[in-house]
């Protein structure tokens, strides 16, 4: 006997039905478009800090991460800090609403550049900064001192356009 016209299809046809709704939905959907491409850079400051550290120049690596961050900050947020503030009052008066969370991870590599700024050797179980570099400049105002786009015109990779996928292209 076959089920009553208001009554759900069968247990058995349903999973079949399913699988076909959404294979034709599949081949229904246009192809994704790529409208902007961005090359992944790593930071030259964490760069060159990783460069200084693998050679074993763990004081010179962490006085140029602490240095060229000072210096990003000033580029990043049009801010200067005065030559007679100490390390300290740069965290304090320095710092403005826009660059949170960086002071808590400047303050952390302050503590680190601490030693090595005055004649202390760095200590022999250390880590390296990179990882606060990298959350320092991970703010948007941090790496877009860096971040290069790909320009107009450039050759794009193999089966890749930007702009709308024509429909008779669309799977």
Request: proline residues 12%.
């Amino acid at each position: 006997m076959s089920a009553p016209a208001g009554s759900p299809p069968e247990p058995s046809r349903r999973p079949r039905r399913e699988r076909l709704r959404r294979f034709l939905h599949w081949l229904a959907a246009p192809t994704p478009v790529v409208l902007e491409t961005m090359r992944g850079v790593e930071v030259p400051p964490i760069t060159e800090t990783k460069r200084r550290w693998a050679l074993g120049d763990r004081a010179g690596a962490i006085s140029y991460a602490y240095t060229t961050v000072l210096y990003d900050l000033e580029r990043a947020f049009h801010v200067r800090f005065r030559p007679d503030w100490t390390n300290e009052e740069i965290l304090i008066l320095g710092v403005t609403p826009e660059m949170v969370p960086i002071p808590e991870f400047l303050e952390k590599l302050l503590r680190m550049y601490e030693p090595v700024r005055y004649g202390g050797a760095v200590p022999t179980d250390a880590v390296s900064p990179e990882g606060l570099l990298s959350s320092i400049y991970a703010h948007h105002a941090m790496w877009t001192l860096y971040v290069e786009a790909i320009p107009q015109g450039a050759k794009m990779p193999a089966g890749v356009r930007p702009g709308p996928v024509p429909t008779s292209e669309a799977r």
